[in-house]
């Protein structure tokens, strides 16, 4: 068994503990070297430079800099960043879950209605009174938690009891979800949902100055950052994903955890859900279309392998920064919306390239 | 290793430095007002008119306008680029509101924080702003339907396409029609929702061909359902049977109806929009106007377009630009 810290040869990534270097403890460069998160970091400090000095010039100042717009970037990335975290775990594990944009509208759907149902009588929900507002509020929350949840216990089930590939499942669960959406609400938006979650949470400042939705997400960033790096819960899931065969071997019962994972993910779209009521006040039946690309582009860009074993919640947290830092400052720079689009295609083609030629050169 | 990829990111990070500096819009002049136009889609020749106008209103009036747009009708698309412009401190704002409620707050933020906000194109569900810009699209609704009786007499089914559900400015497009049909005795079936995808659209009316023989008319609310209806009745070979009537005029929507795919087309002002929404916002900066005596409501005007007045020179500056270099130099009317 060696202790040379040169044939530490990059395999383990800094994120599955590995026996052998327990012996000599790695040094924190060699684990920062080997962690995507740290790259992408890196990358990022480099954007907000760039754009600093960019906007500098073209404004006077560097208003890109200005807290209160980089604090704008992390609340627009906050849904993502909570479905990326969710995602990040399932992609560990091997699986994708393709129906989150759809179970978002279904949960927030269900939540609106409740809310509303519960919160006072039509006349006075109609006129904005709402006399139940703690309580309907309560069981809102926990429809769309409910409902979130459901989905994602209907993905699980199907996936392992029918041994269906997960990329297809979670496809046509999306159009089930969407479709019984529509149902529920006869296709418009719920009226009525009270202004009080907005002010009280969607809009909301902690300490002043923290959005309570970007606080939100990176709160669950961390519980589950620490869930995948120091339980057991975490280690299962990386070597579900790593390897099916040996983690039955081993005596995980892969078919339950897989459907933990699934209805984990469920459960945060159900967050994801209450955040998009909180911050529009409305339900919003005509989006997310593309929250499951963005949510997998993320994960991806973060350092979690698409063929599961590696993950990273860290780097899909950052991951979800990249691309709306970029709109902001292009759009802070007056580039024509046509040059937006393309231009944050190609760095985010640049960014995975750089990140898998560090990866290859490290093995 | 590490320096090779540090620099590596370094580069990168300088080439996104300098070509954004160099994409960048114009300098402040002296009396020059900075506006932020955030508009509702980008990609379609409506909002190519409204870039011309407001583009037109910049120049004459001396405003520096930083033009931005989402990809979709999505607030959640929106909300970033009106974040992005905020950093930007813009003296005032024109906002295509994505979604009737969300952005309430943002805006009455802004009308007290004295930045003016002039809404286009949809409305808001609290008249927060200084003046809403749109189309009066329920009684465009009323003038579609009133061009399809016209061609068809109000016999056999009707088909809407809508956009999404909950936008209550398509939706006053559709209800218009359909209340109209109604009561002139048309059966008008279930609205189908394609979003902006024109191949959604296209499948939905290729299945309403095939399931309902007697189909007499589809009725789109906007430009991408346009263009997918008319190329799902062409395939059928239906073009002249199935009558086809649809807001806004894209040059290849007039194209088509010359060559008799479509039968009316509801154009709007869509450079109009662009125009009167900047110059009020400048107008309002620079105090040339009283602010407490503005209307808040400004409907902007409709033209049908039919084969007979298709080629007539007052029709043109109805028809949409296909991209910049084809802009009109002044408003309608």
């Known amino acids: 068994m060696t202790t040379d810290p040169v044939a530490d040869d990059g395999l383990n990534e800094g994120l599955v503990d590995d026996p052998e270097s327990e012996s000599k403890p790695r040094g924190v460069w060699e684990s920062l070297k080997a962690s995507t998160a740290f790259w992408i970091g890196l990358f990022i400090v480099l954007i907000a430079i760039g754009f600093g000095i960019a906007s500098a010039i073209e404004h006077g100042s560097p208003v890109y800099w200005k807290v209160s717009n980089l604090l704008s970037i992390g609340l627009n990335a906050s849904q993502v960043m909570i479905l990326a975290i969710g995602m990040t775990y399932l992609i560990g594990a091997g699986h994708l879950d393709l129906s989150v944009g759809p179970s978002l509208i279904l949960a927030s759907v269900l939540a609106a209605k409740v809310m509303v149902t519960v919160g006072g009588t039509a006349e006075q929900v109609a006129g904005g009174e709402y006399p139940n507002l703690g309580l309907a509020i309560v069981l809102g929350v926990t429809a769309a938690l409910g409902a979130g949840g459901l989905v994602g216990f209907f993905n699980g089930v199907i996936v392992t009891r ?45 300490m002043g100055f923290l959005p309570a939705p970007l606080a939100l997400a990176l709160l ?39 459907i933990k994972l699934f209805v984990l993910m469920g459960l945060l779209v159900g967050v994801a859900a209450v955040v998009d009521i909180a911050r529009n006040a409305n339900t919003n039946v005509v989006g997310h279309q593309t929250d499951n690309l963005q949510a997998i582009a993320a994960v991806v860009l973060g350092g979690t392998s698409l063929f599961g074993g590696i ?22 720079m007056q580039v024509a919306p046509f040059y937006q689009f393309a231009i944050v295609g190609v760095i985010l ?13 490290a093995t | 290793m590490i320096r090779a990829s540090i620099r590596r990111y370094v580069a990168l990070a300088a080439v996104v430095g300098l070509l954004v500096g160099a994409c960048g819009g114009g300098s402040t002049g002296s009396d020059k007002v900075k506006v932020a136009f955030v508009a509702g889609q980008i990609g379609i020749t409506f909002y190519t008119g409204v870039e011309c106008g407001a583009k037109a209103a910049a120049k004459e009036f001396n405003v520096d306008l930083n033009w931005t747009g989402s990809h979709n009708w999505d607030i959640n698309e929106t909300r970033p680029l009106i974040d992005a412009a905020k950093a930007t401190s813009p003296q005032g704002w024109v906002i295509s509101p994505t979604d009737p409620d969300a952005l309430v707050n943002d805006i009455k933020a802004f009308m007290d924080a004295k930045q003016w906000v002039v809404t286009i194109d949809a409305p808001m569900s609290q008249p927060v702003e200084l003046q809403n810009i749109q189309s009066n699209h329920y009684a465009g609704g009323e003038t579609a339907a009133k061009a399809m009786i016209a061609l068809t007499g109000g016999k056999g089914k009707y088909l809407v396409l809508h956009l999404q559900p909950g936008l209550p400015d398509i939706g006053g497009r559709a209800d218009g029609f359909r209340d109209a049909m109604v009561a002139a005795g048309a059966n008008v079936l279930e609205y189908v929702y394609p979003g902006t995808d024109q191949a959604k659209a296209a499948d939905a009316v290729s299945a309403a061909i095939a399931g309902n023989p007697d189909l007499a008319g589809v009725y789109a609310t ?44 509801i154009a709007q002002a869509p450079f109009n929009m662009g125009y009167y929404s900047v110059k009020l916002v400048a107008d309002a900066i ?48």
């Not at chain 2, 991408?224 to 209806?229: F, R, S, V």
């Not at chain 2, 008319?230 to 806004?248: E, N, R, Y």
Request: hydrophobic fraction near 45%; aromatic fraction near 8%.
């Open chain 1, 220 to 258: 669950i960033a961390v519980v589950f950052w620490w869930v995948l790096r120091r339980t057991r819960f975490g280690m299962r899931t990386l070597a579900i994903g790593s390897s099916r065969e040996a983690a039955i071997r081993a005596g995980v019962d892969v078919d339950v955890h897989t």
């Open chain 1, 311 to 332: 993950a990273s919640v860290g780097g899909s947290i950052l991951g979800t920064l990249v691309p709306v830092m970029l709109q902001n400052g292009l759009v802070i």
């Open chain 1, 162 to 206: 029918l041994r269906l590939s997960s990329f297809i499942v979670t496809l046509a669960t999306s159009g089930i979800a969407y479709g019984v959406a529509l149902v529920l609400t006869s296709a418009a938006n719920i009226p009525f949902i009270p202004d009080q979650i907005q002010s009280g949470f969607g809009g909301l400042q902690l």
């Open chain 1, 349 to 361: 083609i640049l960014a995975v390239y750089f990140d898998q030629r560090r990866r290859d050169r």
């Open chain 2, 222 to 265: 906007h430009e991408t359902a346009a263009n997918g209806a008319s190329s799902a009745i062409k395939a059928a070979g239906k073009g002249g049977q199935i009558k086809l009537v649809a807001f806004d005029s894209a040059p290849n929507q007039v194209a088509d109806l010359k060559n008799g795919v479509y039968d009316a087309l």
């Open chain 2, 286 to 333: 620079r105090g040339k106007v009283d602010t407490t005596k503005v209307v808040h409501d400004n409907p902007t005007g409709l033209y049908a377009i039919t084969a007979e007045n298709a080629d007539k020179p007052e029709t043109t500056p109805w028809i949409y630009p296909a991209d910049l270099n084809a802009c009109p130099t002044k408003p309608l009317g």
